[in-house]
């Protein structure tokens, strides 16, 4: 046996008692799920890649043909292209990921992006962090989410904030606690903490900041 | 914090010296990818669905025409089919499993098909288990792939043997260790545990045992 990597704080460093402990049974479903991530992947990319064959060929085939033919094959290779990006994105994150400088703004516009939350707040282009770009745009793609609770055409406030060799990104919590959101602040507090930074939260509740390493 | 749920055993209780535990940066670095599951998963149905709308369509637009588009667009049907195939048994993963019953035969035959490795050993179709299959396909698949060792062409000697209430599927390992066996050995022992039964090592290394309920 061996110790449990802490779970997130609060400001006064107790541990968070809004967001409980993730638990083992969990952890270890959401690493089972992980590990059969690369043969998942191979096997998609196999497939894929026969289909973009096909594709290809019905292009060759089809040339200067019917355009709703044209616009049909079209449509599909866009498809498969777009298919292509999810996979190498979640391939990414099976890899160790080098350190890159990337705007605050860029990162959490991405992250932002992906769970559907419109963020609101000025973030200058000046603050820039040092990271490994695709865990932690999943990192912060959880962390946006559970603080902008539940319901639709969800919003949150957001401020990026310089602190010594660092930036610190606070998110405006709703007060709707979102489902199931403490395994989520688990893994995007590893995160943070792998990239050399850290997620805490507000006794309060009313705010979560994640600080990352300034770029 | 908490305590670790204890890694594998050995025959006589003690921890296997063979597989070393789990680290918690290789656990959380799992779980991490395990977490975009569902999102991804989410990401490529709708971008397959757009897919197979526009294979349907050229179906329909070249109906009785030219043999080998019809041929291409066919083998790219084929191939969303078969990709929507391996996301369902990637999203079976993420879901609580219902336990149903199967031959321990049949189990071991889809979990070594999907690892590469062919199988030795008569099993009687009268040994059967109770457990999820999806995620016990997978842990066995996990196993496997550690117990028959790297190279190519690889086989292995399994055997299945009933005791009290449950089914002992015996592993005859290659002495040849594969890299990074721990964590699959770790996830595999947790789904085990998990299902009601549990997975040991031999001391001499040369067999692991996983125990599964009857059904």
Redesign the interface.
């Known amino acids: ?7 997130h704080l609060d400001e006064t460093g107790a541990p968070c008692a809004r967001h409980p ?1 993730i ?3 969990t ?11 690369p ?2 992947h191979h ?2 990319a196999s ?2 890649q ?2 973009v064959m ?2 290809d ?2 292009t060759e ?2 040339e200067n043909g ?1 355009p ?2 044209v616009r ?2 079209e ?2 290779l866009e ?2 292209r ?2 292509n990006a ?2 190498n994105i ?1 391939r990414a ?2 890899r160790p990921a080098a350190r890159t400088r990337i705007a605050m703004r860029e990162l959490v516009a991405r992250a932002a992006e ?2 559907g939350v419109s963020v609101q707040g000025a973030m200058s282009d000046a603050l820039s962090v040092m990271i490994g770009v695709a ?1 932690v745009t ?2 912060l ?2 962390a946006i989410d559970v603080a902008a609770g539940s319901g639709r055409g969800r919003s949150l406030a957001v401020e990026a904030a310089p602190a010594a060799s660092a930036v610190d990104l606070v998110l405006h919590s709703s007060p709707l606690p979102a489902p199931s959101v403490n ?2 602040v688990a ?1 995007a507090s ?2 943070a903490a ?1 990239e050399g930074g850290r997620l805490w939260c507000s006794t309060a509740g009313d705010r979560m900041t994640i600080r990352l390493p300034a770029g």
């Open positions: 046996m061996s110790e449990r990597v802490p779970d402990a638990s083992d049974a952890l270890y479903q959401l690493a089972m799920v992980g590990s059969r991530a043969a998942f096997d998609c497939k894929l026969g289909l096909a594709l060929e019905l085939l089809t019917d709703q033919v049909a094959i449509t599909a498809a498969s777009e298919l999810l996979l979640n994150l099976t992906r769970v865990p999943h990192a793609a959880l395994e989520a893994i590893f995160v792998r």
